[in-house]
Every structure is written in C-alpha cells, then in structure tokens.
Nanobody, 125 residues
Framework: QVQLAESGGGLVQAGGSLRLSCAAS????????MGWFRQAPGKEREFVAA????????YYADPVKGRFSISRDNVKNTVYLQMNSLKPEDTAVYYC??????????????????WGQGTQVTVSS
C-alpha cells in the first residue's frame, strides 16, 4: 500500500504559476513510477505527466508540454508538478498517482494505480 497526499493547489490568474507537491508514504517511493492526472468538472480524468522511478523517463500530455514540468525527490519521497503559463482550461482537480509495477517504469495500467485525494487548481481569466 501507499498513501499519497497532494498540496499546493489554489487560485491563480492566467499566465501565473503553481507548484504541486505529492508526499508519499507506506511503500518504497523510490521504486515506483509516479504521475499526475487531472479532472475538470463534467469531464473524465485525464493524464498530465508521469516520471519513472529514477526520473530519467518522463511523459507529458500534449496540452501541457512546454508549460508543466514533473520532477521527484527520492530522499523526500515527494513528486512535484511545476505549472507555468497557466490557462483557464487547466482548471481541474489534480491527482497524484503511484504505479505499483515493480519495474519502476510508467506502465499506463491506470486500474492498478494508487491515488491521492486531489488538490484543486483554479485559473482565472
């Protein structure tokens, strides 16, 4: 099992920045790929970014490429999402996930993921 706790959400104007954090406990964090998803009102949860256990392989969804950056600190058991040049369409609840696959790679096997409770990000125009 793994427990995930997101923080750092809030209200920001378009063009602004936020950094989300996700603190993990309960499972060896450094052996798990991690990622971020988001869910806007009335929409399905969608992939945002993912990072493998070593931080060497990273994926981004097209809408956030060049604006968002995912990173991790395996000493602090924390994964981050730096969000720059925010747009109103980035408004959503952002969820952190942990991939339990023992390879430490990003598998995309969403049904097996552990999830945090989410943090609200609101971008005003």
């Amino acid at each position: 099992q793994v427990q995930l706790a997101e923080s750092g959400g809030g209200l920001v104007q378009a063009g602004g920045s936020l950094r989300l954090s996700c603190a993990a406990s309960g499972r060896t964090f450094s052996s798990s790929a991690m990622g971020w998803f988001r869910q806007a009102p009335g929409k399905e949860r969608e992939f945002v970014a993912a990072i493998d256990k070593s931080g060497t392989t990273i994926y981004y969804a097209d809408p956030v490429k060049g604006r968002f950056s995912i990173s991790r600190d395996n000493v602090k058991n924390t994964v981050y999402l730096q969000m720059n040049s925010l747009k109103p369409e980035d408004t959503a609840v952002y969820y952190c996930n942990a991939d339990p696959d023992p390879s430490g790679k990003v598998t995309g096997n969403i049904a097996s993921y552990y999830w945090g409770q989410g943090t609200q990000v609101t971008v005003s125009s």
